[in-house]
C-alpha cells in the first residue's frame, strides 16, 4: 500500500498517521458526504448490497415462513465470497482470490448453493434423538 484516500474519521488519529509516516505511505482525505471521491469502494459496497437484496428477496419468495431481516449478514458475507471467487474478463479470466494470493485458485461451483434454499440431514448419524449431534 502506497496511499490511502479516506474519510476524517479513524484514520486521522495519530497513531494511525504515526504508522503511515513509519511505512513511508500518504494519506488524502475526501469531503464529508462526498462518497463519489473513494468511487472503487463505494461501487463494491453498493454492488454487495444489491447481490445480498436480490438474494433476500429470493428468498423471501421461495420460503417465506424462513426469511428474516436477521440473515442480511449471511446474504453479505456470500454476496461477497461470490465476487471473491468469480473470474473476472477483464484480468485473464482470474478470479480476485488468484490475484491476492498469486496462485491459480479455482473455486469449486458445486460448493455454492442458492442463499435461503433449506436443508435436511439425510444421514442418520446426524439423526440422532434430542438435536444432539455426532454421537
Same mark, same amino acid.
Given at each position: /500500500?502506497?496511499?490511502?484516500? *479516506?474519510? =476524517?474519521?479513524?484514520? $486521522?488519529?495519530?497513531?494511525? !498517521?504515526?504508522?503511515?509516516?513509519?511505512?513511508?505511505?500518504?494519506?488524502?482525505?475526501?469531503?464529508?458526504?462526498?462518497?463519489?471521491?473513494?468511487?472503487?469502494?463505494?461501487?463494491?459496497?453498493?454492488?454487495?448490497?444489491?447481490?445480498?437484496?436480490? /438474494?433476500?428477496?429470493?428468498? *423471501?419468495? =421461495?420460503?417465506?415462513? $424462513?426469511?428474516?431481516?436477521? !440473515?442480511?449478514?449471511?446474504?453479505?458475507?456470500?454476496a461477497n465470497e461470490i465476487l471473491n471467487?468469480?473470474?473476472?474478463?477483464?484480468?485473464?479470466?482470474s478470479s480476485p482470490v488468484e490475484?491476492?494470493?498469486?496462485?491459480?485458485?479455482?473455486?469449486?461451483?458445486?460448493?455454492?448453493?442458492?442463499?435461503?434454499?433449506?436443508?435436511?440431514?439425510?444421514?442418520?448419524?446426524?439423526?440422532?434423538?434430542?438435536?444432539?449431534?455426532?454421537?
Amino acid at each position: /500500500m502506497k496511499h490511502y484516500h *479516506a474519510d =476524517k474519521g479513524r484514520f $486521522a488519529e495519530t497513531l494511525f !498517521l504515526g504508522d503511515i509516516q513509519s511505512k513511508n505511505q500518504s494519506i488524502s482525505y475526501c469531503g464529508v458526504g462526498a462518497h463519489f471521491q473513494n468511487g472503487i469502494a463505494e461501487k463494491r459496497i453498493r454492488d454487495l448490497q444489491e447481490s445480498a437484496r436480490t /438474494m433476500m428477496i429470493h428468498a *423471501a419468495h =421461495k420460503w417465506p415462513e $424462513a426469511h428474516s431481516v436477521a !440473515l442480511w449478514p449471511y446474504a453479505i458475507r456470500l454476496a461477497n465470497e461470490i465476487l471473491n471467487c468469480t473470474p473476472r474478463t477483464d484480468r485473464n479470466q482470474s478470479s480476485p482470490v488468484e490475484g491476492f494470493s498469486r496462485t491459480r485458485v479455482r473455486p469449486k461451483v458445486k460448493n455454492f448453493h442458492h442463499f435461503g434454499c433449506p436443508v435436511y440431514v439425510l444421514s442418520p448419524r446426524l439423526q440422532t434423538a434430542g438435536g444432539a449431534v455426532g454421537k
